[in-house]
């Protein structure tokens, strides 16, 4: 068979290739190659997105041509911007192009955006009448009149189908808001009772995600839902601290869920058996998938409370329980949160119908005291990507928690190293010797990212092979301690060791950060804590000029900031 070029192709299998590409490498690669192929990627409806792609200077080029081209403006369906893992943060974006430029944009998606680009979209959302899926992902947006003015906009924006709203601060949801056309929700917080009038004023809601309904120190409340939630399939709440009764009443009028979740739920009768079976019967009769985390007091446990757990567990026979001495938690296995800890005093009740290896396979983020480990453990996990080494029991917070090879072994044999990612090490946590964190990286070979105290990384620095293996892997960083370089001797050994950093996040001075910047050279992303009301990026503007570097750098809000971000392009 004889070999073809692509501009051989049919345009409907380029348009089928083009599918797996940014549309920014599409243009950087086809822009004025023919006449073909200059009306052919003009005619690709795209979504865009700024992150993994590495060249400042391709952003900015595509940015350019969409900027003063209509025809590829209408092209655009979907966006998505970002102040994370990105060469072109948001408010380069929106420096050169208005959101209403984009008759066709149908979704829009922000991404640990701060307040400074809320203020610059605010006044366009409403006039953007074909969006119909909103996200604000991870956002800092501070206080509650930034908050109160979104919650506003979107009570102007009707067409909205999907909506997800996930603040760094959590803030109150308005459930009073009218959505005739949302059909997913997916939001911080939201109080029992107003989970209720979401449903009311959502009619259509299909899928429903809530992270946390918070305790609340009022009376109970009468609640009203007048007509059942007939279209609500998925109900997900990751905390559940509110009143039981409310999550009963709700789920009474819920016929057609056929997925449930409900995580970290520590509310009395919450295991009520008899309850739980007349829902099933008469209400929940179309659930295919209910998973749970219940706990419940056991500090004063009587032979009844014992009856109760043992005949819920019979109820729901592919669950198992772990006890401590004031609690036991029963859940669904597998174990449906992606987030664990092992503590000292837990005592896990397997379940003999189940493989019980393979029951933490869903948990992604583990905290562990390797110390209270023994060879036989109760525990297996094999997909954890982030692991926290921490004192895990408040006794004895004030002795250091040193881990010997012995504790390396059987941690070993608890977790999958090779598949950890990230590891966060407790100001309260030593090794025993440094060879230990040295047989770490040897075992976990995909680890680039470490958060850690400075005060141990003085320890560690003399250890040459820890060194070696700090400069070769480590690509993200954070530490949060203040004042912990005293001189430029130290900043220099610090670049030395951790010279391919890409990410940095700390707490550090203006003089700091110039030198920082300049002796790291992969560094791309630099977010500071900010801890006093003087840092000022303008301090050492001439400086960084000086350097030849592209650097923008943004706060994360106007007034009192907490968080200063800074993007390096070195393109």
Known sequence: MPLTTLELLPNEILFQCFQYLNIIHIFHSFDQLNHRFNRLIRNISFHLNFQNVPSKFQCEQFCQKLSIEQTIKTQLHSLYLSNKSTCYPAHLFLSKCSLTDFPNLRSLTFHHTTQVNWKRICSTLPLLSELSCLQMIDSFMGD??????????????????????????????????????????????????????????????????????PYTTSPPTPVNLTNPAINLQILHIDSFEGEIDHLFQLLERTPNLENLLILNCCRPNIINVDRWKDLMIFSLRHLKKFQFIFSIDYAHRSENDEQILKRFQNSFPYTEYIMTRVHVTIYTIPYPSKSFMIRLDRDRHYNDMVNYMNTFDYVKYLTIEPVILEEKNQYHFSNVDSLSLARTCSLFRDHPLKVKYSDFRCLQMTVNLANIKHLSLSQDFKFETSDIFVEIFKSARDLTSLSVYLDDLGHWIEDGELCKYFNKCIRKLEFFVFNWFQNSIQLEQFCNIFNNLEQLYCTVNELETLFLIKYLPRLTYLQIDVFYKNYQISSIGNELEKLGLDIVGSFDAEYNPRLLFIWINRN
């Open 144 to 213: 509650s009149f930034i908050t109160d003015n979104m919650m506003s906009l979107l009570a102007t924006m009707s067409q909205i189908q999907i909506l997800k709203l996930t603040f760094r601060n959590y803030q109150q949801w308005a459930s009073n808001i009218h959505f005739p056309s949302l059909v997913y929700l997916s939001i911080n917080r939201c109080y029992s009772t107003d989970l209720f009038s979401t449903l009311t004023n959502a009619l259509k809601l299909k899928y429903f995600r809530i992270e946390e309904v």
